[in-house]
Protein backbone atom coordinates (compact mmCIF):
# COMPACT_ATOMS: atom_id res chain seq x y z
CA UNK A 1 0.00 0.00 0.00
CA UNK A 2 1.51 3.80 -0.80
CA UNK A 3 0.69 6.43 0.46
CA UNK A 4 0.73 9.57 0.63
CA UNK A 5 1.50 12.29 3.46
CA UNK A 6 1.82 16.31 4.86
CA UNK A 7 4.04 16.61 7.96
CA UNK A 8 2.53 20.34 8.98
CA UNK A 9 4.05 22.29 11.82
CA UNK A 10 6.00 25.13 13.02
CA UNK A 11 9.76 25.73 12.07
CA UNK A 12 12.03 23.36 14.37
CA UNK A 13 8.72 20.94 15.15
CA UNK A 14 10.44 18.25 13.92
CA UNK A 15 9.53 17.46 10.34
CA UNK A 16 12.71 16.78 8.71
CA UNK A 17 13.98 13.78 11.35
CA UNK A 18 10.46 11.87 11.04
CA UNK A 19 10.74 12.81 7.16
CA UNK A 20 13.93 10.92 7.17
CA UNK A 21 13.25 7.91 9.06
CA UNK A 22 9.88 7.14 7.30
CA UNK A 23 12.33 7.40 4.14
CA UNK A 24 14.38 4.40 5.89
CA UNK A 25 11.56 2.73 7.18
CA UNK A 26 9.28 2.45 4.50
CA UNK A 27 10.92 3.58 1.74
CA UNK A 28 8.97 6.96 1.20
CA UNK A 29 10.20 10.12 -0.73
CA UNK A 30 10.54 12.95 1.14
CA UNK A 31 9.91 16.22 -0.79
CA UNK A 32 11.42 19.13 1.12
CA UNK A 33 10.68 22.05 -0.33
CA UNK A 34 13.36 23.83 2.06
CA UNK A 35 15.79 21.69 0.68
CA UNK A 36 14.96 21.99 -2.45
CA UNK A 37 15.29 25.60 -2.21
CA UNK A 38 18.50 25.48 -0.35
CA UNK A 39 19.84 23.53 -3.54
CA UNK A 40 18.00 26.06 -6.13
CA UNK A 41 19.91 29.36 -4.39
CA UNK A 42 23.56 27.35 -4.41
CA UNK A 43 22.80 27.10 -8.52
CA UNK A 44 24.29 30.71 -9.27
CA UNK A 45 21.00 31.74 -11.08
CA UNK A 46 19.14 35.34 -10.85
CA UNK A 47 16.59 32.70 -9.49
CA UNK A 48 18.48 30.96 -6.75
CA UNK A 49 19.72 34.76 -5.78
CA UNK A 50 16.70 36.00 -4.90
CA UNK A 51 15.57 32.90 -3.11
CA UNK A 52 18.62 33.18 -1.14
CA UNK A 53 17.76 36.56 0.05
CA UNK A 54 13.67 36.09 1.12
CA UNK A 55 15.06 32.64 2.66
CA UNK A 56 17.66 34.01 5.28
CA UNK A 57 14.88 37.33 6.09
CA UNK A 58 13.03 33.82 7.03
CA UNK A 59 10.15 34.83 4.20
CA UNK A 60 8.35 32.59 2.52
CA UNK A 61 9.14 32.41 -1.30
CA UNK A 62 6.46 33.05 -3.89
CA UNK A 63 3.60 30.22 -4.12
CA UNK A 64 4.83 29.89 -7.92
CA UNK A 65 8.15 28.87 -7.24
CA UNK A 66 7.39 26.49 -5.06
CA UNK A 67 4.10 24.81 -6.64
CA UNK A 68 6.53 24.70 -9.59
CA UNK A 69 9.45 23.06 -7.82
CA UNK A 70 6.67 20.24 -6.23
CA UNK A 71 5.08 19.87 -9.52
CA UNK A 72 8.42 18.82 -11.10
CA UNK A 73 8.62 16.31 -8.80
CA UNK A 74 5.26 14.94 -8.70
CA UNK A 75 6.21 14.87 -12.65
CA UNK A 76 8.75 12.33 -12.14
CA UNK A 77 6.51 10.36 -10.73
CA UNK A 78 7.05 7.32 -7.51
CA UNK A 79 4.39 6.34 -5.09
CA UNK A 80 4.26 7.03 -1.39
CA UNK A 81 5.42 11.48 -0.76
CA UNK A 82 5.94 13.23 2.23
CA UNK A 83 5.65 16.20 1.87
CA UNK A 84 7.90 18.03 4.16
CA UNK A 85 7.41 22.04 4.50
CA UNK A 86 5.07 22.07 1.91
CA UNK A 87 2.35 23.38 1.59
CA UNK A 88 2.82 26.44 3.37
CA UNK A 89 -0.68 28.46 2.57
CA UNK A 90 -3.81 27.65 1.28
CA UNK A 91 -3.05 28.53 -2.38
CA UNK A 92 -0.17 25.98 -2.28
CA UNK A 93 -2.84 23.23 -0.26
CA UNK A 94 -5.37 23.67 -2.92
CA UNK A 95 -2.57 23.41 -5.78
CA UNK A 96 -1.02 20.29 -4.02
CA UNK A 97 -4.87 18.76 -4.27
CA UNK A 98 -5.15 19.54 -7.89
CA UNK A 99 -1.56 18.19 -8.91
CA UNK A 100 -2.22 14.77 -6.68
CA UNK A 101 -5.52 14.36 -8.79
CA UNK A 102 -3.89 15.11 -11.99
CA UNK A 103 -1.30 12.59 -11.25
CA UNK A 104 -3.34 9.93 -10.28
CA UNK A 105 -2.14 10.36 -6.24
CA UNK A 106 -4.29 10.58 -3.10
CA UNK A 107 -3.44 12.45 0.10
CA UNK A 108 -3.93 10.09 2.88
CA UNK A 109 -2.66 11.87 6.25
CA UNK A 110 -1.57 15.26 7.00
CA UNK A 111 0.37 14.92 10.46
CA UNK A 112 0.10 17.90 12.37
CA UNK A 113 3.39 17.80 14.67
CA UNK A 114 2.23 20.61 17.71
CA UNK A 115 5.46 21.96 19.66
CA UNK A 116 5.47 25.07 21.71
CA UNK A 117 7.37 28.17 20.73
CA UNK A 118 9.58 28.39 23.59
CA UNK A 119 10.74 24.50 22.70
CA UNK A 120 11.06 26.09 18.90
CA UNK A 121 13.15 28.93 19.53
CA UNK A 122 15.51 26.28 21.87
CA UNK A 123 15.74 23.78 19.18
CA UNK A 124 16.38 26.02 16.11
CA UNK A 125 19.11 28.02 17.78
CA UNK A 126 21.22 24.93 18.88
CA UNK A 127 20.74 22.86 15.26
CA UNK A 128 23.25 21.98 12.91
CA UNK A 129 23.57 19.52 10.16
CA UNK A 130 26.15 17.30 8.15
CA UNK A 131 26.17 18.62 4.75
CA UNK A 132 27.39 15.88 3.63
CA UNK A 133 24.41 13.39 4.42
CA UNK A 134 22.06 15.64 6.48
CA UNK A 135 22.10 14.14 9.64
CA UNK A 136 20.58 16.57 12.30
CA UNK A 137 22.28 17.68 15.21
CA UNK A 138 22.01 20.15 18.05
CA UNK A 139 24.52 21.73 20.73
CA UNK A 140 22.85 20.57 23.50
CA UNK A 141 20.80 17.60 23.45
CA UNK A 142 22.56 15.87 20.04
CA UNK A 143 26.01 16.64 20.08
CA UNK A 144 28.37 14.50 17.77
CA UNK A 145 30.31 12.21 19.78
CA UNK A 146 33.17 13.85 18.04
CA UNK A 147 33.44 17.53 18.02
CA UNK A 148 33.22 18.66 14.62
CA UNK A 149 32.50 14.99 12.96
CA UNK A 150 29.48 13.41 11.74
CA UNK A 151 28.35 10.16 13.48
CA UNK A 152 26.58 9.01 10.80
CA UNK A 153 29.44 9.42 8.08
CA UNK A 154 32.18 10.94 9.43
CA UNK A 155 32.26 13.83 7.35
CA UNK A 156 33.86 17.27 9.07
CA UNK A 157 31.03 19.35 6.95
CA UNK A 158 29.14 20.29 9.80
CA UNK A 159 26.78 23.18 9.02
CA UNK A 160 24.48 26.03 10.76
CA UNK A 161 21.08 26.90 8.26
CA UNK A 162 21.74 31.38 7.47
CA UNK A 163 17.77 31.17 9.01
CA UNK A 164 18.55 29.98 11.68
CA UNK A 165 19.22 32.65 14.06
CA UNK A 166 16.61 34.88 16.64
CA UNK A 167 15.64 37.42 13.75
CA UNK A 168 15.15 35.15 11.14
CA UNK A 169 13.21 32.23 13.26
CA UNK A 170 10.78 35.72 14.92
CA UNK A 171 10.11 36.02 11.04
CA UNK A 172 9.41 32.06 10.75
CA UNK A 173 7.09 31.93 13.23
CA UNK A 174 4.92 34.82 12.11
CA UNK A 175 5.14 33.58 9.20
CA UNK A 176 3.78 30.32 10.13
CA UNK A 177 1.04 31.55 12.02
CA UNK A 178 -0.19 34.08 9.82
CA UNK A 179 -0.12 31.83 6.33
CA UNK A 180 0.61 27.57 7.45
CA UNK A 181 -1.40 27.86 10.52
CA UNK A 182 -5.11 28.29 8.59
CA UNK A 183 -4.29 25.04 7.03
CA UNK A 184 -4.71 23.19 10.58
CA UNK A 185 -8.41 23.67 9.89
CA UNK A 186 -8.19 23.27 6.37
CA UNK A 187 -7.46 19.72 6.22
CA UNK A 188 -9.14 19.31 9.55
CA UNK A 189 -12.62 20.05 7.32
CA UNK A 190 -11.40 17.38 5.09
CA UNK A 191 -11.01 15.07 7.67
CA UNK A 192 -7.17 13.98 7.39
CA UNK A 193 -5.67 15.72 10.07
CA UNK A 194 -3.58 13.40 12.81
CA UNK A 195 -1.97 15.51 15.28
CA UNK A 196 0.86 14.33 17.55
CA UNK A 197 3.07 15.23 20.04
CA UNK A 198 6.10 16.70 18.50
CA UNK A 199 7.77 17.36 22.08
CA UNK A 200 7.53 13.77 23.17
CA UNK A 201 10.74 11.34 22.44
CA UNK A 202 12.03 10.74 18.91
CA UNK A 203 10.88 7.17 18.45
CA UNK A 204 7.50 8.15 20.65
CA UNK A 205 6.70 10.87 17.93
CA UNK A 206 7.92 8.16 15.35
CA UNK A 207 5.39 5.96 16.71
CA UNK A 208 2.51 8.17 17.07
CA UNK A 209 2.91 8.64 13.43
CA UNK A 210 3.17 5.04 12.60
CA UNK A 211 0.08 4.71 14.61
CA UNK A 212 -1.57 7.33 12.72
CA UNK A 213 -0.69 6.01 9.60
CA UNK A 214 -2.63 2.68 10.70
CA UNK A 215 0.52 0.78 12.33
P1 LIG B 1 11.82 25.19 8.62
O1 LIG B 1 10.55 24.42 8.57
O2 LIG B 1 12.76 24.72 9.69
O3 LIG B 1 11.64 26.68 8.67
P2 LIG B 1 12.41 24.63 5.78
O4 LIG B 1 13.69 24.03 5.34
O5 LIG B 1 11.17 23.86 5.57
O6 LIG B 1 12.67 24.94 7.31
O7 LIG B 1 12.21 26.06 5.10
C1 LIG B 1 13.22 27.05 5.10
C2 LIG B 1 12.77 28.28 4.30
O8 LIG B 1 12.52 27.91 2.93
C3 LIG B 1 11.46 28.92 4.75
O9 LIG B 1 11.65 29.82 5.82
C4 LIG B 1 11.02 29.63 3.45
O10 LIG B 1 11.75 30.80 3.23
C5 LIG B 1 11.41 28.63 2.39
N1 LIG B 1 10.32 27.66 2.09
C6 LIG B 1 10.37 26.31 2.28
N2 LIG B 1 9.22 25.72 1.90
C7 LIG B 1 8.41 26.72 1.45
C8 LIG B 1 7.09 26.78 0.94
N3 LIG B 1 6.33 25.66 0.81
N4 LIG B 1 6.58 27.98 0.59
C9 LIG B 1 7.31 29.11 0.70
N5 LIG B 1 8.56 29.14 1.19
C10 LIG B 1 9.12 27.96 1.56
ZN1 LIG C 1 27.04 12.92 7.89
Known amino acids: MTINIILLGPPGAGKGTQAR ?17 RAARSSGTEMGRRVAEVMDRGQ ?10 IR ?6 GKGFIFDGFPRTLAQ ?17 VIEMQVDDEALVRRITGRFTCGNCGEVYHDDTRPTKVPGVCDACGSTDLKRRADDNEDSLKTRL ?8 PLIGYYYAKGKLAPVDGLAEMDDVAGQIAKALGG
Open 60 to 69: LVTDEIVIGL
Open 174 to 181: LEYYKKTS
Open 93 to 109: ADALGQLLAETGNSLDA
Open 72 to 77: EKLAEG
Open 21 to 37: RLVEERGMVQLSTGDML
